[in-house]
């Protein structure tokens, strides 16, 4: 059993920010800010890739709801919402989750920037592909 099912089960032991029958949403058990926070279905899904909609419009709504809670209790001036779906995209914990990274100021923690590494590529054939 993987760890956030491990949590959603009650047999680790866990910070709970939200709970209902569908999603639970944890602290992050290594803050990056304060107040970093993980939502989670209760159902296994891998990643978003074969989560259902109808979960997925549920996670959604209560990252929002979470993320302006979060914001204004602990008067945070923005946030970054994150999900990294694969290996390859960082995901650490095969349990699809969402971030809610509390932003304080620029240098309260280092999250990757989006630096282009390959040549430009032409995005009509890109967009071509993607049809």
Sequence with gaps: MCVF??????????YKVYEDNDIIAILDISQLTKGHTLVIP??????????DEETLQK??????????KISEKLEAKGCNILNNNNPEAEQ???????HIIPRYGDEDCQLSAFKPTHPEYDLAEVLNQLK
Excluded: M, W
């Excluded at 099912?5 to 866990?14: A, D, H, L, R």
């Excluded at 650490?92 to 969402?98: E, G, K, N, P, R």
């Design 42 to 51: 209760k159902r296994h899904f891998t990643s978003i890739y074969d989560c």
């Design 59 to 68: 996670l959604i709504v209560v990252v929002q709801k979470l993320a302006i």
């Design 5 to 14: 099912c491990n949590i959603i089960e009650g047999t680790i032991p866990s």
């Design 92 to 98: 650490s914990v095969d349990h699809l989750h969402f």
